[in-house]
């Protein structure tokens, strides 16, 4: 299995701050298609997580455009441009590149 | 807009059969498009896939080496839903449990969760 790697675990965040969170896979998620198959997700508290970005770059719809994703191969980030509030929870990653999909550990992102 | 809706028991004995059903609505268990899954989630194994049923022709289940002696995912086309069935439990399989949708290469869509516990 694909083992997925994030950091850092936590990160105090400022409101209207930027924020980035790194992930890395133990092998390249970059397909001969050329694209990169992770993906992102934010738990809110109590909640189910909720799908932000697939194909390492792409927003799901309704994703906010403070949200982006990049990097490609082993080494990907995820970064948020100026924090809000419901920005809070904790963030995964997970590689879609072959079954089964494995997720990081996650990063809890909370306010300062 | 797809929606899955998750039921079940919360509380299940030592040795015995954990059983949880997912609806599905706004798609179809039978699409050619997408698989449907099951993924726990524990603080000692954080989100954990368990297992999927498709349709592409004829109907395919693949599980996790984890669980696959243990596992069935059976989907029920009448009633446009899935189960996850978990045999012989024991108190490490405690856990949230999810039913998802996967399409286009991510989990697009998730279950509200179901708290299982195994507890005598």
């Known amino acids: 299995d694909i083992m997925m790697t994030q950091s850092p675990l936590s990160l105090p965040v400022t409101p209207g701050e930027p924020a980035s969170i790194s992930c890395r896979s133990s092998q390249s998620l970059l397909h001969s298609d050329g694209n990169n198959y992770l993906a992102w997700y934010l738990q809110k508290p109590g909640k189910s997580p909720q799908f932000l970005i697939h194909l390492g770059s792409n927003r799901a719809s309704g994703v906010p455009d403070r949200f982006s994703g990049g990097g490609s191969g082993t080494e990907f980030t995820l970064k948020i441009s100026r924090v809000e509030a419901e920005d809070v929870g904790v963030y995964y990653c997970?590689?879609?590149?072959?079954?089964?999909?494995?997720f990081g550990p996650g990063t809890k992102v909370d306010i300062k | 807009q797809v929606q899955l809706q998750q039921s079940g028991p919360g509380l299940v004995k030592p040795s015995q059969t954990l059983s949880l059903t997912c609806a599905i609505s706004?798609?179809?268990?039978?699409?050619?498009?997408?698989?449907f899954d099951w993924v726990r989630q524990s603080p000692s194994r954080g989100l954990e896939w368990l297992g999927r049923t498709y349709y592409r022709s004829q109907w395919y289940n693949d599980y996790a080496e984890s669980v696959k002696t243990r596992i069935t995912i059976n989907p029920d086309t009448s009633k446009n839903q899935f189960s996850l069935q978990l045999n012989s439990v024991t108190p490490e399989d405690t856990a949230v449990y999810y039913c998802?949708?996967?399409?286009?290469?991510?989990?697009?869509?998730w279950g509200q969760g179901t708290m299982v516990t195994v507890s005598s």
């Open positions: 998802t949708r996967s399409y286009r290469w991510a989990y697009d869509v």
């Open positions: 706004g798609d179809s268990v039978s699409t050619n498009s997408a698989t």
């Open positions: 997970m590689q879609a590149l072959q079954a089964p999909f494995t």
